[in-house]
């Protein structure tokens, strides 16, 4: 146990850490053309926050948090999702006094004991983006598009955005009522899961991921065919904006999303290449999650991407590329003596902005070469006592075997210079 991780958790080793980078500073630019600003929140919160903001019969609530009990006494829970989080950050620093509406997005991990699958852990990470204080449809269309902008700059293409509505608390309450006149004589044939929510959320049962449940759940009535009238002009508007954005959908009325939040419109993003577990990102609308954890009446919409789902179809289509550039430099002594000369010309490359690494375990010439071509560094800097008399280093490109002198003033110029010529 001392040399294992626990089970649904993931090392993020040095030679995959490049490619999260990349993934993280796509995000935070695009986030900044879209005018969306960074809240960190803490990673645990009072669970009364989930409770309430996810709801008490969803399967994260119900199965899957981590809780705990504080010294001092206090129900604790290791944050499940992050968008209850930031309504509180919201509501507790008045960030409806500001301009508004209010995007924010933020980027870390969540915990949830379910099943490890391909792309899912127990510690995972996501990539939030909320916008609250805004009913346009056309905020719906943008907190999707931005998503998918996302992808289409890391180069995926063929994903599928699946679109629903699940209207609002006035015209799903007849929903329901149609529901549960359905499911009614079908309910000794479904899972225990089904069977009790029933009664308390019986639009969780579309949701229920039991292969004996889900035929029943394809059959069941549509919400679509339930929407008030506001709510039809607003799904109608969200999927105007959406072809208005060049944003390819199909509707799906399978989709109500897992948490009990959400109002209007809901969506799913996925790849279908990767079979059953395809969904890398969803979300939806949520007009009433802030006036339920005490805040006014507010709209808000939003969604959450996995980043390991994402880095995972990244990965396997090959489109990250050499997403680290690796050491620019290394510099070997050829002896001990040239290591004062060996670690000036170390921190002027640094210094400089370019990678460099030196050997700190006294190998020899030939040792070190071994390790250049390893670490796979650009150059070599190679410091001989005859270099070190005439300030100057042997500068080997790695990949060619090209070697020649230059003065060791002018190593920067040189390797900056060829980088730039590339």
């Known amino acids: 146990m001392l040399t294992e991780a626990p089970r649904g958790t993931n090392d993020l080793l040095p030679d995959r850490s490049p490619v ?13 053309l879209y005018a969306y600003r960074e809240l960190r929140t803490p990673i645990f919160e009072h669970t009364e926050l989930f409770q309430r903001g996810v709801g008490e019969t969803t ?55 379910e099943r490890p699958q391909a792309g899912r852990f127990r510690q995972f990470t996501q990539w939030d983006v909320e916008v609250f204080g805004a009913a346009d449809p056309a905020v719906d269309a943008e907190v999707i598009e931005i998503g998918v902008a996302l992808v289409r700059r890391l180069g995926l293409e063929g994903l599928v955005v699946r679109l629903n509505s699940i209207g609002c608390p006035r015209c799903r309450g007849a929903y329901r009522g149609r529901l549960r006149d359905y499911y009614r004589p079908l309910l000794a044939g479904l899972c225990p899961s089904c069977q009790s929510r029933f009664e308390r959320n019986p639009l969780r049962l579309l949701d229920c991921k039991e292969e004996a449940c889900r035929p029943v759940a ?58 059953a577990q395809n969904a890398i990102w969803g979300g939806g609308r949520y007009d009433g999650l802030i006036e339920t954890l005490g805040g006014s009446s507010t709209p808000g919409v939003g969604f959450a991407l996995g980043i390991e789902r994402l880095v995972m179809t990244l990965e396997k289509t090959n489109l990250l590329g050499e997403a680290d550039r690796g050491i620019d430099v290394f510099v070997a002594p050829m002896q001990q003596e040239q290591s004062p000369a060996a670690l000036q010309l170390l921190y002027r490359l640094r210094r400089a902005g370019l990678a460099a690494e030196t050997d700190y375990l006294g190998r020899s010439l030939k040792g070190q070469m071994k390790l250049i071509n390893r670490l796979g560094a650009r150059y070599a800097a190679i410091i001989g006592p005859e270099e070190a008399l005439r300030g100057a280093v042997a500068l080997r490109e790695m990949r060619t075997g090209e070697q020649r002198e230059v003065a060791a003033e002018a190593v920067v110029q040189a390797v900056a210079g060829a980088a730039g010529e590339q």
């Open 20 to 32: 999260w980078r990349r993934v993280e500073a796509e995000i935070a630019e695009l986030c900044r």
């Open 59 to 113: 399967d994260i609530v119900e199965k899957e948090m981590y809780t705990f009990t504080d010294r001092g006494g206090r129900s604790i829970t290791l944050r499940p999702e992050i968008t209850a989080g930031l309504v509180r950050a919201y509501l507790e620093h008045r960030l409806d006094t500001g301009p508004q509406p209010t995007k924010l997005y933020c980027v870390g991990p969540g915990f949830r004991y």
């Open 218 to 275: 394809r059959r069941a009535p549509r919400m679509l065919d339930s929407l008030c009238d506001e709510c039809r002009v607003h799904f109608a508007a969200v999927q105007e904006r959406l072809r208005a954005l060049a944003v390819p959908y199909e509707i799906d009325t399978g989709i109500v999303r897992g948490l009990d939040y959400y109002t209007r419109t809901v969506f799913e993003v996925t790849y279908p290449p990767l079979g």
